[in-house]
């Protein structure tokens, strides 16, 4: 560049140069420390830690809560060749596996695939207790967990993402919505719909069903009145469409289920499959469109939204379709007991199933109590069938006259 007197000058040029050198090494050494501290803390074990001296301990308990802080939330993480190969695992999951007498026991296969498109579900909040993310950003809390995790989880990895998310969402009064299991819906669509046939879900949630109906030969409808769901569900369809052979076909409408089911046709659907929200015990959203909103009082959350539902699943459905229901009491409100009196009134109960959902994992090693049960309700709707009046003419038995042989 030039001077004011014409002649060129490089100082200021080799001085901003030299800076940008600088900055530069320093951003490179930062990086390596980064990456440094990131593979010993994703690759420590809690055993190992446990064998440490009490100042160590605390020095590893500060480095992971610097890394933590710095990379942010463990939300769930796929790339495109981990969603292929998770799918993959889910179209040859047996379902069979899946009953064990009354119980449906789904494994966790698919669940990250799900929860990948649906980061808001880790902010839910529920009544009493704090969601995962508000304890992520409790300085404290955050160095109480990894504690935790590294004093709980001897054989595992105790500070990579899998095992933060299970500590934090089973800390001290901390709760967070959860999925439905993808291979226990998988069995139940297997079990309760036929090749080709229509099913509706009239609370599509987080997609846990959606994708196990994508693995079979079936027309999912799914009905949503959450935008941030309907925009994670509509991704994920996008997104497999693009990696993988889906046997299945999908639609999301983003509407209100018992204001949208009076517009489907009669007897078009075999299969009604669904998990209503708990009244307000799971604040989706704040938007007008949530049920618990537009009707704000237990009583009339039942004559507003799942009496209709449930009314309306029983006109879409063919004769001899089934209704099946994941739904539970929750405290001070019976939602599970009155779903079932509603359901037997419109339909014929065929079954009740107890789903397995995991509960503390870190905290058991074995047996029922690693688990709770919820029910699942299966109705179905009466097949009329019409015959022809059979006429029965019966004559009397010839009695001999007395004395005849």
Not at 277 to 285: A, I, K, Q, T
Not at 323 to 343: H, M, P, R, S, T
Request: net charge positive; hydrophobic share 40%; aromatic share 12%.
């Amino acid at each position: 560049m030039r001077n004011s007197a014409g002649r060129f000058s490089f100082g200021t040029s080799v001085r901003k140069r030299s800076r940008n050198v600088r900055t530069s090494s320093s951003a490179t050494s930062q990086g390596a420390s980064f990456c440094g501290r990131e593979a010993i803390i994703l690759s420590l074990r809690g055993a190992d830690w446990a064998k440490m001296p009490e100042g160590k301990r605390e020095e590893i308990v500060e480095m992971g809560f610097r890394y933590w802080r710095a990379r942010g939330f463990p939300y769930y993480r796929l790339d495109a060749d981990a969603m292929r190969k998770e799918f993959l695992f889910l179209l040859r999951y047996d379902t069979s596996k899946a009953f064990v007498g009354s119980e449906v026991r789904g494994s966790s296969t698919g669940l990250a695939l799900a929860n990948h498109f649906h980061p808001q579900m880790w902010r839910v909040p529920m009544p009493g207790v704090r969601s995962p993310v508000e304890r992520f950003f409790d300085d404290e809390v955050l160095r109480k967990v990894i504690r935790k995790g590294l004093r709980f989880s001897p054989e595992r990895y105790a500070l990579n993402a899998s095992n933060l998310r299970r500590i934090l969402q089973t800390y001290s009064r901390t709760a967070r919505v959860a999925n439905f299991r993808v291979t226990a819906a998988k069995a139940l669509y297997a079990r309760y719909s036929g090749e080709g046939e229509h099913v509706l879900d009239f609370s599509a949630g987080y997609g846990g069903r959606l994708l196990a109906c994508l693995t079979l030969p079936r027309v999912y409808s799914g009905i949503e009145p959450c935008r941030a769901q309907v925009k994670g569900l509509r991704r994920m369809l996008t997104q497999l469409l693009r990696l993988v052979v889906i046997p299945g076909r999908a639609f999301i409408e983003h509407a209100c289920a018992e204001d949208f089911m009076p517009t489907l046709a009669s007897g078009s659907y075999s299969l009604v499959f669904s998990s209503p929200p708990y009244f307000n015990n799971e604040c989706y959203s704040a938007e007008r469109t949530q049920s618990y909103l537009k009707f704000p009082t237990y009583e009339r959350w039942i004559e507003g939204f799942l009496k209709p539902v449930l009314v309306e699943a029983q006109r879409i459905l063919a004769p001899g379709g089934h209704c099946i229901l994941n739904i539970a009491n929750v405290k001070g409100f019976n939602i599970a007991d009155c779903a079932y009196e509603i359901g037997r009134r419109h339909f014929v109960h065929v079954k009740t199933y107890k789903l397995w959902l995991s509960q503390r994992p870190y905290l058991r090693t074995s047996g029922w109590q690693m688990h709770r049960l919820e029910p699942i309700f299966v109705f179905r709707k009466l097949c009329l069938r019409r015959s022809k009046r059979r006429i029965v003419t019966r004559t009397k038995k010839a009695v001999p006259p007395k004395g005849s042989l």
